[in-house]
């Protein structure tokens, strides 16, 4: 039986692999790379000739029972990413667990990853957090994600592609508001790399009026204030009582009692209707 390595690559800067990677990926049969053009640049870079083969979003369904196949017969296999660690936000998570149903020994090899990374350098609190990956694409799911979101007080982090970052804070801003802390983290460890400090309005403002997104994004977002949430329904039902015989409609209190609490606009809406 042989063994499938989970091996980190750099997210931008090549000086940023492990001897401990370098020696994997001499050593093991064949390698299955995100991109084999983009990994076979590193491999050139390093002097590896290890055989690749192509994994990826495109074609995993199909091609998970012939590396299981391959394992099973003995060889070894390195699963890389473009950058990073494989199996986080990434495909490769489906093979590391049918290789896990299939009792063959899965073996990390540690290297850069950009939550981590931007985590880290933020300033915002580290001790909790929470990793969301990449937002849905469509708007309404993803605000729907942040909904669910809205309420949580570990530090929040998402991945975000240049041409979706201002949709993606201008959802936030509509869930979360104008004051809450974010660090934009881009390009990281590459030449550019940067790290903007501010909040969600202040940072809507800099890439609608002062500049165009560029580099791949990680977002951190403070996370809400514990002092602020209610936490019992009694309490919530006292809160909308009391905004509705202040006029305000059932749309106007339940968004903003959803800031307040765990619960989405939705929910309050219907606990409204169904219990006040």
């Given amino acids: 039986m042989g063994k499938l390595y989970l091996v980190?690559?750099?997210?931008?800067?090549?000086?940023d692999i492990t001897l401990r990677a370098i020696r994997i990926l001499q050593s093991v049969d064949l390698i299955?790379?995100?991109?084999?053009?983009?990994?076979?640049?590193?491999?050139?870079?390093?002097?590896?000739?290890?055989?690749?083969?192509?994994?990826?979003?495109?074609?995993?369904?199909?091609?998970?029972?012939?590396?299981?196949?391959?394992?099973?017969q003995g060889a070894s296999l390195a699963l890389v990413t473009d950058a990073g660690m494989p199996s986080i936000s990434d495909p490769g998570v489906e093979l590391v667990q049918a290789a896990i149903a299939h009792q063959i020994t899965v073996i990390p090899i540690p290297g850069p990853t950009a939550v981590?990374?931007?985590?880290?350098?933020?300033?915002?609190?580290?001790?909790?957090?929470?990793?969301?990956?990449?937002?849905?694409?469509?708007?309404?799911?993803?605000?729907?994600?942040?909904?669910?979101?809205?309420?949580?007080?570990?530090?929040?982090?998402?991945?975000?592609?240049?041409?979706?970052?201002?949709?993606?804070?201008?959802?936030?801003?509509?869930?979360?508001?104008?004051?809450?802390?974010?660090?934009?983290?881009?390009?990281?460890?590459?030449?550019?790399?940067?790290?903007?400090?501010?909040?969600?309005?202040?940072?809507?403002?800099?890439?609608?009026?002062?500049?165009?997104?560029?580099?791949?994004?990680?977002?951190?977002?403070?996370?809400a204030a514990e002092t602020s949430l209610i936490t019992s329904q009694a309490e919530l039902k006292q809160e909308l009582q009391q905004l509705l015989a202040q006029g305000m409609t059932r749309s106007q209190a339940s968004r903003q009692l959803a800031k307040l609490t765990s619960l989405s606009r939705r929910e309050i809406y219907q606990l409204e209707i169904d219990d006040v």
Wanted: overall charge neutral; cysteine-free; charged content about 25%.
């Fill in 32 to 72: 299955a790379a995100e991109d084999t053009r983009r990994t076979g640049k590193l491999l050139q870079h390093l002097a590896i000739s290890t055989p690749q083969i192509s994994y990826n979003e495109h074609n995993h369904h199909s091609r998970i029972q012939e590396l299981i196949n391959r394992l099973q």
């Fill in 116 to 223: 981590i990374s931007a985590l880290a350098a933020s300033g915002l609190p580290t001790d909790r957090f929470i990793f969301e990956g990449f937002l849905p694409l469509k708007q309404s799911d993803r605000q729907a994600r942040l909904e669910l979101l809205r309420s949580e007080t570990k530090t929040i982090v998402l991945y975000e592609a240049p041409h979706r970052i201002l949709k993606t804070l201008k959802d936030l801003l509509a869930v979360v508001g104008d004051r809450r802390e974010i660090v934009l983290a881009r390009e990281l460890t590459k030449i550019h790399e940067e790290f903007w400090r501010g909040n969600i309005g202040e940072a809507i403002d800099l890439y609608t009026n002062e500049r165009q997104p560029k580099g791949e994004y990680t977002l951190v977002i403070k996370g």
């Fill in 8 to 15: 980190g690559t750099p997210i931008g800067n090549l000086e």
